[in-house]
């Protein structure tokens, strides 16, 4: 049987260590990130070329993405271009067929005084001798 201090049970009772606080470790990361400090570890400083080759290759992709998306606007305003040219060409090979049948050719020359021929043309045999 164990011994109970009626006088002071409070003294006898076991004391829980109290949980020690961790320092916080963000305290001023964002200053610490932008005045430099970060830099003056030698972590950061060992790790320095990844990062400045991860910010290269991000300024490389980003051009790359404007790259892209002018050159993608272009091909759309060729495209729109082209349609517009076809539609023209077809216009214009259909006034070129108009204009060249036989009877437009003859209403036009009909103003000048030339018509029409109503003798049908005749084939000229020569015999040689």
Do not use: C
């Not at 993405?65 to 060729?78: D, G, P």
């Not at 108009?98 to 103003?111: H, T, W």
């Amino acid at each position: 049987m164990s011994k109970v201090n009626i006088k002071n049970p409070i003294e006898e009772a076991p004391k829980e260590p109290t949980p020690k606080k961790r320092p916080r470790r963000n305290k001023g990361l964002l200053s610490n990130t932008l005045f430099g400090g970060f830099m003056e570890k030698r972590e950061t400083a060992r790790l320095a070329p990844y990062f400045i080759l991860f910010i290269l290759m991000s300024l490389i992709y980003i051009t790359n993405a404007y790259v892209s998306e002018k050159n993608n606007r272009k091909i759309q305003e060729t495209k729109q271009e082209l349609i517009k040219l076809r539609y023209e060409y077809i216009s214009s090979k259909s006034q070129l067929m108009d204009s060249s049948r036989q009877s437009y050719i003859a209403r036009k020359l009909e103003a000048t005084g030339i018509k029409e021929s109503t003798v049908p043309p005749t084939i000229i045999i020569v015999d040689e001798e």
